[in-house]
């Protein structure tokens, strides 16, 4: 499993992190990983919903999509 090497860290964010730690129970580094898999998995979700009210807002307009797929067939049969 790779590692991870974070220098420069403020003095103020790693007590922090170091109180988050203990009061969950986790070493530092367990605590680092787990509040990063939250964050990366909070950023992908908060994409995948911009993505699907856009959708539903260009269909609620009438606006066709179509896809990559679609239109990729539809340049090439030109």
Do not use: C, F, H, W
Not at 3 to 18: E, K, W
Not at 69 to 74: D, I, M, P, Q, S
């Amino acid at each position: 499993m790779p590692s991870l090497q974070v220098r420069n860290i403020p003095d103020d964010l790693y007590d922090a992190l170091r109180g988050a730690a203990d009061r969950e129970g986790r070493s530092l580094s367990a605590q680092t990983v787990a509040i990063l898999k939250r964050a990366l998995a909070d950023s992908l979700v908060d994409r995948a919903g911009v993505a699907r009210r856009v959708a539903a807002r260009r269909r609620s307009a009438g606006v066709m999509t179509r896809s990559a797929t679609e239109l990729v067939r539809e340049d090439r049969d030109r």
